[in-house]
């Protein structure tokens, strides 16, 4: 098994539906597209990632979103060292379609309340749908490491809840650590590094906002 030796999770640069949320209304979220501050941090975070693959290759995931699309053209990556592949896998949490802004305001705070991972958006999906989905991606992702060709380096341009409940799954936290946690900023990444112990390590936690308080001894 080819295991990377670094797996890249990126967010993608800010979008119009992080400085204005009444465009929800008028626009689908996987329509939206990244303001010039997204394109900016998508750059800068190109440069980054340029400089850490440098000439070694990489294989590449990208949510369907158009933010998503867009923040990985502005990474400027040599197309002759990476393998780009689709995965709706990765998107954003669903949230409904066409969303009223005051109605979606109410859901968040409910969902505040009730808990990120559990609650459900009225005809969209909760963390934990979002979960179960990033748990089918991660299983395809393992068996494309059987392939003794494999990069030694894997790249996810995705979005903030997905990354944080992809870094869940991978490195088994529970819900209450989970909900504990922020998501990264635009164009921030995680990255889980192949330690000399055979397992991958966070290179930097998320921003913690609480303490986690689990239900039951876990972990």
Same mark, same amino acid.
């Given at each position: 098994?080819?295991?990377?030796?670094?797996? =890249?999770?990126?967010?993608?640069?800010?979008?119009?539906?992080? =400085?204005?949320? /009444?465009?929800?209304?008028? =626009? *689908?979220?996987?329509?939206?597209?990244?303001?010039?501050?997204?394109? @900016?941090?998508?750059?800068?975070?190109?440069?980054?990632? @340029?400089?850490?693959? #440098?000439?070694?290759?990489?294989?590449?995931?990208?949510?369907?979103?158009?933010?998503?699309?867009?923040?990985?053209?502005?990474?400027?990556?040599?197309?002759?060292?990476?393998?780009?592949?689709?995965?709706?896998?990765?998107?954003?949490?669903?949230?409904?379609?066409?969303?009223?802004?005051?109605?979606?305001?109410?859901?968040?705070?409910?969902?505040?309340?009730?808990?990120?991972?559990?609650? @459900?958006?009225?005809?969209?999906?909760?963390?934990?749908?979002?979960?179960?989905?990033?748990?089918?991606?991660?299983? /395809?992702?393992?068996?494309?490491?059987?392939?003794?060709?494999?990069? *030694?380096?894997?790249?996810?341009?995705?979005?903030?809840?997905?990354?944080?409940?992809?870094?869940?799954?991978?490195?088994?936290?529970?819900?209450?650590?989970?909900? /504990?946690? /922020?998501?990264?900023?635009?164009?921030?990444?995680?990255?889980?590094?192949?330690?000399?112990?055979?397992?991958?390590?966070?290179?930097? *936690?998320?921003?913690?906002?609480?303490?986690?308080?689990?239900?039951?001894?876990? #972990?």
């Amino acid at each position: 098994m080819a295991r990377p030796r670094r797996i =890249v999770l990126l967010r993608h640069g800010e979008s119009e539906g992080n =400085v204005d949320d /009444s465009v929800y209304e008028r =626009v *689908p979220d996987h329509a939206l597209k990244l303001t010039e501050t997204g394109r @900016r941090q998508a750059t800068e975070a190109g440069e980054r990632l @340029r400089a850490a693959f #440098g000439d070694e290759r990489v294989s590449i995931y990208v949510s369907p979103y158009r933010r998503t699309h867009q923040t990985l053209r502005l990474l400027d990556l040599d197309p002759s060292r990476t393998r780009v592949r689709e995965e709706p896998r990765l998107r954003e949490q669903d949230w409904g379609n066409w969303q009223d802004r005051e109605d979606v305001r109410k859901q968040m705070a409910y969902r505040d309340a009730y808990g990120h991972f559990f609650y @459900r958006f009225a005809q969209g999906e909760s963390g934990a749908d979002v979960y179960d989905r990033v748990d089918a991606f991660l299983e /395809s992702l393992w068996r494309s490491f059987q392939d003794p060709a494999h990069p *030694p380096n894997v790249l996810l341009v995705t979005h903030g809840l997905t990354m944080r409940l992809f870094c869940m799954r991978w490195l088994h936290w529970n819900v209450a650590e989970f909900e /504990s946690l /922020s998501n990264p900023g635009n164009g921030e990444t995680r990255v889980l590094l192949l330690g000399s112990d055979g397992r991958y390590h966070l290179d930097r *936690p998320f921003e913690r906002w609480c303490t986690p308080k689990p239900y039951g001894r876990t #972990g």
